[in-house]
């Protein structure tokens, strides 16, 4: 082999490493990202939400998308799924939050997370909800996954599901998955 050959597969191999390192951004060396809007949180209101209608129900459901990078199917294993009553509160977080991609000023009352319903998904996605008024709720999770490519190294997709569901008495499968993705908090 030449020595002009060694030498350019030599200046080929440092940039193919220059590549694949990563470059300091600021003083905390973290890449920014353009600021999200903030938006006023509404105050609690106990009276927003309606009184427990019927007997009890049950959810059960699968959290998951459809991978288009590598196709097959990406399951949320092991993440929190909330289920929210519908009230001023919650419609303002899916509609600012969820559909717009903004973020809610200040932390919420805590009288509001008291008000949701959580559990946790298996290994497959699967969680159930059991024993929870029958009624109006937002039905949520985030599902995230690293994926690596070829000299950019991992990159992280997914986000925000949510949507709006009404459970009647008895059992009701309801599954989050590609159609109920966050626009703004989407990868």
Not at 113 to 135: C, D, E, H, I, L
Not at 147 to 171: I, N
Request: one cysteine or more.
């Amino acid at each position: 082999m030449s020595r002009s050959i060694k030498v350019l597969l030599v200046v080929i191999a440092a940039a193919v490493v220059a590549g694949c390192s990563s470059t300091k951004t600021g003083k905390d060396h973290s890449l920014s990202h353009s600021p999200r809007k903030q938006v006023e949180r509404i105050a609690y209101d106990e009276s927003a939400y309606a009184l427990p209608i019927g007997q009890p129900t049950m959810l059960v459901g699968r959290a998951f998308i459809y991978d288009a990078i590598n196709g097959g199917e990406r399951s949320g294993g092991h993440v929190d799924v909330v289920l929210n009553p519908v009230s001023a509160m919650s419609d303002q977080w899916f509609n600012v939050v969820c559909r717009r991609g903004h973020v809610l000023a200040g932390k919420p009352d805590p009288r509001y997370a008291a008000r949701a319903y959580a559990t946790k998904t298996n290994s497959f996605g699967q969680f159930a909800f059991t024993n929870v008024p029958a009624g109006e709720y937002y039905l949520t999770t985030r599902l995230y996954w690293m994926d690596t490519k070829p000299f950019s190294g991992a990159v992280q997709y997914g986000g925000l599901l949510a949507k709006k569901v009404r459970l009647a008495p008895g059992t009701n499968t309801i599954n989050l998955s590609d159609s109920d993705k966050c626009r703004g908090y989407f990868h």
